[in-house]
C-alpha cells in the first residue's frame, strides 16, 4: 500500500475496524473508503457488487462481522453463521471480480479445536472438534478461510486471513447480552462500584449508552446498593438475593488479550507485504492447506478468567464480592496462540494487558 492507495475498510465503526481506521489515517493514507450499514448491506450481494464497481478499492479490510460472546452464541447461533457466512461471500467474490490488489479477511481464535495443543498453531485448523458452544460461529470463519484460499489457488488472489485473540479497546460492545468477556466484566465492575456508591443517576446515564441492564443483574445491584458486603436477609418464597457480581463458570479457563491498536499493527504490517507473502510463500504447513496465508495475532501471554476479573475489579475500584456460577459453560480450557510468524517479521505487541485494560476503562468512562 502507499498513501494514496484506495482502501475499503469493512466494519470501521467496530472495534477492530476503527482501530484500522485509526492507525491507516495516523500512516498517512487518504484514500480511505467506508460504508455504514445503513449505507451498505453487506448481506446484499448485489448491494455489495454495485459498491466495488463504484468504487474500486485497492486494498480491502474485511472487519465487519456479526460477532459476540459465549452467551450470544449459544442464543442465537443462526444468525451468527448465515450473517457471517453472507458477508464474507459478498465481499471476498466482489473483491476477486473487481482485482482488489489484496484483502485480509479477519477471523477468531475460535476457530481452532477445542482440545488442540497449546500454544495454537495455524497448521491446526482443522485438526479436531470445534467447541459447541460458538461452533456455528468457528465454521462461518473457517469457511471464509478457506473461500480466500480457494480463490488463491484458482484465480491467483492475494487474500490472507488473521486469526486474532480475544481483542478490547475503543469502541468495544459493553451490551451485557452480548459483549465478549472483558467489556462484560468492565461493565459489570464499573456498575457495581456505582451502586455500592448509590450513583443511580450514573447507572441510568450508562444504561442510556451502553444497553440495557438485564433485570437479574439489575437486581444485584439493588442489593449492592442496600446492603454494601453484609450479608443479605432472605426473603421468603423467593430467589436469594445476591449482592456480590455474578460470572459464568468456574474462572479457570485461560485466555489471552490484544489490545486493538496492537491488532491494526499487524495487520497493516501484513498487507504492506501482501505481495511478498505471495511470490515467496514458503514451505506449507501441515495440516489445512489454508493455513499457507493464515496468521495468528496474539500477545504471546494468557491468563486465567478469574485473575483477569480481579485486575479489571482492581482498575475499576470495585471491591465487593465476585462469585462464579459453575453451572454456566466455561468454552474451550485454553486458548493462546502462536504468534511466531508474525514476530519473525518483526512484529510485536506493543499495550500490556494491565495498561490496556486501564486505557479501555479510561475510554470507556468518557
Same mark, same amino acid.
Given at each position: 500500500?502507499?498513501?494514496?492507495?484506495?482502501? +475499503?475498510?469493512?466494519?470501521?465503526?467496530?472495534?477492530?475496524?476503527?482501530?484500522?481506521?485509526?492507525?491507516?489515517?495516523?500512516?498517512?493514507?487518504?484514500?480511505?473508503?467506508?460504508?455504514?450499514?445503513? @449505507?451498505?448491506?453487506?448481506?446484499?450481494?448485489?448491494?455489495?457488487?454495485?459498491?466495488?464497481?463504484?468504487?474500486?478499492?485497492?486494498?480491502?479490510?474485511?472487519?465487519?462481522?456479526?460477532?459476540?460472546?459465549?452467551?450470544?452464541?449459544?442464543?442465537?447461533?443462526?444468525?451468527?453463521?448465515?450473517?457471517?457466512?453472507?458477508?464474507?461471500?459478498?465481499?471476498?467474490?466482489?473483491?476477486?471480480?473487481?482485482?482488489?490488489?489484496?484483502?485480509?479477511?479477519?477471523?477468531? /481464535?475460535?476457530? +481452532?479445536?477445542?482440545?488442540?495443543?497449546?500454544?495454537?498453531?495455524? @497448521?491446526?485448523?482443522?485438526?479436531?472438534?470445534?467447541?459447541?458452544?460458538?461452533?456455528?460461529?468457528?465454521?462461518?470463519?473457517?469457511?471464509?478461510?478457506?473461500?480466500?484460499?480457494?480463490?488463491?489457488?484458482?484465480?491467483?488472489?492475494?487474500?490472507?486471513?488473521?486469526?486474532?485473540?480475544?481483542?478490547?479497546?475503543?469502541?468495544?460492545?459493553?451490551?451485557?447480552?452480548? /459483549?465478549?468477556?472483558?467489556?462484560?466484566?468492565?461493565?459489570?465492575?464499573?456498575?457495581?462500584?456505582?451502586?455500592?456508591?448509590?450513583?443511580?443517576d450514573a447507572i441510568?446515564?450508562?444504561?442510556?449508552?451502553?444497553?440495557?441492564?438485564?433485570?437479574?443483574?439489575?437486581?444485584?445491584?439493588? /442489593?449492592?446498593?442496600?446492603?454494601?458486603?453484609?450479608?443479605?436477609?432472605?426473603?421468603?418464597?423467593?430467589?436469594?438475593?445476591?449482592?456480590?457480581?455474578?460470572?459464568?463458570?468456574?474462572?479457570?479457563?485461560?485466555?489471552?488479550?490484544?489490545?486493538?491498536?496492537?491488532?491494526?499493527?499487524?495487520?497493516?504490517?501484513?498487507?504492506?507485504?501482501? @505481495?511478498?507473502?505471495?511470490?515467496?510463500?514458503?514451505?506449507v504447513t501441515e495440516g489445512s492447506r489454508?493455513?499457507?496465508?493464515?496468521?495468528?495475532?496474539?500477545?504471546?501471554?494468557?491468563?486465567?478468567?478469574?485473575?483477569?476479573?480481579?485486575?479489571?475489579?482492581?482498575?475499576?475500584?470495585?471491591?465487593?464480592?465476585?462469585?462464579?456460577?459453575?453451572?454456566?459453560?466455561?468454552?474451550?480450557?485454553?486458548?493462546?496462540?502462536?504468534?511466531?510468524?508474525?514476530?519473525?517479521?518483526?512484529?510485536?505487541?506493543?499495550?500490556?494487558?494491565?495498561?490496556?485494560?486501564?486505557?479501555?476503562? @479510561?475510554? +470507556?468512562?468518557?
Amino acid at each position: 500500500m502507499i498513501p494514496t492507495s484506495r482502501i +475499503y475498510v469493512a466494519g470501521h465503526r467496530g472495534l477492530v475496524g476503527s482501530a484500522l481506521l485509526r492507525r491507516l489515517r495516523a500512516a498517512g493514507c487518504a484514500n480511505l473508503i467506508t460504508r455504514t450499514h445503513a @449505507e451498505l448491506d453487506l448481506e446484499r450481494q448485489a448491494d455489495v457488487e454495485a459498491f466495488f464497481a463504484g468504487e474500486r478499492p485497492e486494498y480491502v479490510f474485511l472487519a465487519a462481522a456479526k460477532v459476540g460472546g459465549i452467551r450470544a452464541n449459544d442464543t442465537y447461533p443462526a444468525d451468527f453463521i448465515r450473517i457471517n457466512l453472507k458477508i464474507e461471500s459478498n465481499v471476498i467474490e466482489a473483491a476477486w471480480r473487481n482485482d482488489v490488489k489484496g484483502l485480509l479477511f479477519l477471523g477468531s /481464535s475460535c476457530i +481452532y479445536p477445542k482440545f488442540a495443543g497449546q500454544p495454537l498453531k495455524e @497448521e491446526y485448523l482443522l485438526t479436531g472438534l470445534l467447541e459447541p458452544t460458538n461452533e456455528p460461529y468457528a465454521v462461518a470463519k473457517i469457511a471464509g478461510i478457506e473461500l480466500c484460499e480457494a480463490f488463491n489457488r484458482q484465480y491467483g488472489t492475494r487474500f490472507c486471513s488473521v486469526m486474532p485473540t480475544n481483542l478490547y479497546g475503543p469502541n468495544d460492545n459493553y451490551d451485557l447480552l452480548t /459483549s465478549h468477556v472483558l467489556p462484560a466484566l468492565i461493565r459489570k465492575y464499573h456498575l457495581g462500584r456505582l451502586a455500592a456508591r448509590g450513583d443511580w443517576d450514573a447507572i441510568a446515564r450508562d444504561e442510556a449508552k451502553y444497553g440495557a441492564i438485564p433485570v437479574d443483574f439489575f437486581s444485584t445491584l439493588v /442489593s449492592i446498593a442496600r446492603f454494601g458486603n453484609k450479608p443479605v436477609p432472605p426473603v421468603p418464597h423467593m430467589p436469594p438475593p445476591r449482592n456480590s457480581i455474578r460470572l459464568w463458570g468456574t474462572g479457570t479457563p485461560r485466555r489471552e488479550f490484544l489490545h486493538s491498536d496492537d491488532l491494526a499493527d499487524a495487520c497493516i504490517l501484513l498487507m504492506n507485504r501482501i @505481495e511478498t507473502l505471495f511470490s515467496n510463500p514458503g514451505e506449507v504447513t501441515e495440516g489445512s492447506r489454508a493455513a499457507r496465508h493464515l496468521f495468528n495475532i496474539g500477545s504471546g501471554h494468557d491468563q486465567s478468567i478469574a485473575d483477569l476479573a480481579a485486575m479489571v475489579a482492581s482498575v475499576v475500584g470495585y471491591d465487593g464480592e465476585t462469585e462464579w456460577d459453575a453451572s454456566e459453560p466455561d468454552g474451550t480450557p485454553q486458548k493462546l496462540l502462536d504468534i511466531s510468524r508474525l514476530t519473525n517479521m518483526g512484529w510485536y505487541p506493543k499495550m500490556g494487558l494491565s495498561e490496556g485494560v486501564r486505557s479501555a476503562y @479510561e475510554a +470507556y468512562c468518557s
